[in-house]
């Protein structure tokens, strides 16, 4: 079994910064990618920022400058948010592709989404 838990989250005022956390636990030979996604209400869910296969990272558009992506381990990653807004409301959820076994294909694994809501 894979797990992925989310810490951080909250409320906080435009402007204001948060930090998420997540660290995946459990069966794992090896993690293809890592980062955030999040689900507005009423909207699609959306990537905000991963480490891609090669260990580079990508953003959003709508955060880069404003989120910062980083990990501790392998298997941990951290999501600095400054400069919130209150469009960055949302659910958000950890993501990993990642391989159980050697001989295992990759596949997706979520996180249970911790919400973050910024308003004053």
């Known amino acids: 079994q894979v797990q992925l838990v989310e810490s951080g989250g909250g409320l906080v005022q435009p402007g204001g910064s948060l930090r998420l956390s997540c660290a995946a636990s459990?069966?794992?030979?090896?993690?293809?990618?890592m980062g955030w996604y999040r689900q507005a209400p009423g909207k699609q869910r959306e990537l905000v920022a991963a480490f891609t296969s090669g260990g580079t990272t990508i953003y959003a558009d709508s955060v880069k400058g404003r989120f910062t992506i980083s990990r501790d381990s392998a298997k941990t990653v951290n999501l600095q948010m400054n400069s919130l807004q209150p469009e960055d409301t949302a659910v958000y959820y950890c993501?990993?592709?990642?391989?159980?076994?050697?001989?295992?294909?990759?596949?997706?694994?979520w996180g249970q989404g911790t919400q973050v809501t910024v308003s004053s």
């Open positions: 993501n990993a592709n990642l391989r159980q076994r050697y001989y295992s294909s990759s596949q997706d694994y």
């Open positions: 459990g069966s794992i030979f090896s993690i293809n990618t």
